[in-house]
């Protein structure tokens, strides 16, 4: 009888142990460096995403598998009685795509228009993909002076789409989505 008294909890640690996420033990995205500024006509933002790329998803951009992150902005307005409003939001995309025949990283960016950038360097193709830099989130003349107002800001992995099925054979895919929490900077105009 003792002994089994002494295994009973051997069992429930092991079992918690397998029920709790992996998740918790991996490195979360997260948003840093966040910076809102203006120049004479727009407020800007600035920030970049750090721990974004996981071993998985280097080794799937390496075989081919474009990647894509969503980058949300919305500009809010601080009420005391009423919700806050909303003044402004944005998405932007940016992709990372391989060309193994080349030995390049194409990192395309909807902010910017054109053909994408070309990288030798898949650390610096990285870096590319998560910095945002100098974003035109609203106008200066729609706000007013002397208000609060706050940004939130969320980047995405976009859900990868193989052909024919193919999520079944690369499952890894799957493994390496990822969101970060909202993030939230304030300032007065």
């Not at 996420?21 to 979360?28: A, D, L, V």
């Not at 799937?60 to 939001?89: C, H, M, N």
Request: hydrophobic share 45%.
């Amino acid at each position: 009888m003792p002994k089994n008294i002494i295994l009973l909890p051997v069992f429930f640690m092991f079992f918690l142990f397998l029920l709790v996420p992996f998740k918790s033990y991996c490195m979360e995205a997260k948003i840093e460096d966040f910076l809102v500024t203006n120049t004479a006509d727009d407020v800007l933002v600035y920030f970049r995403v750090t721990d974004c790329f996981t071993k998985e998803m280097e080794e799937a951009v390496l075989a081919g598998i474009p990647a894509t992150f969503t980058f949300l902005l919305e500009l809010y307005q601080e009420r005391e009685r009423l919700w806050d409003k909303r003044e402004s939001s944005l998405e932007i995309k940016h992709t990372i795509k391989y060309d193994n025949l080349k030995k390049i990283f194409n990192v395309s960016f909807a902010e910017k228009e054109g053909n994408p950038i070309a990288f030798s360097n898949f650390d610096e193709a990285k870096m590319a993909m998560a910095d945002l830099n100098g974003i035109v989130i609203t106008p200066l003349k729609l706000l007013r002076r002397d208000k609060q107002y706050y940004i939130k800001v969320k980047v995405q992995l976009d859900k990868v789409r193989l052909p024919l099925r193919m999520e079944y054979v690369f499952f890894f895919v799957s493994m390496w989505d990822f969101e970060t929490d909202w993030y939230r900077q304030g300032f007065v105009y």
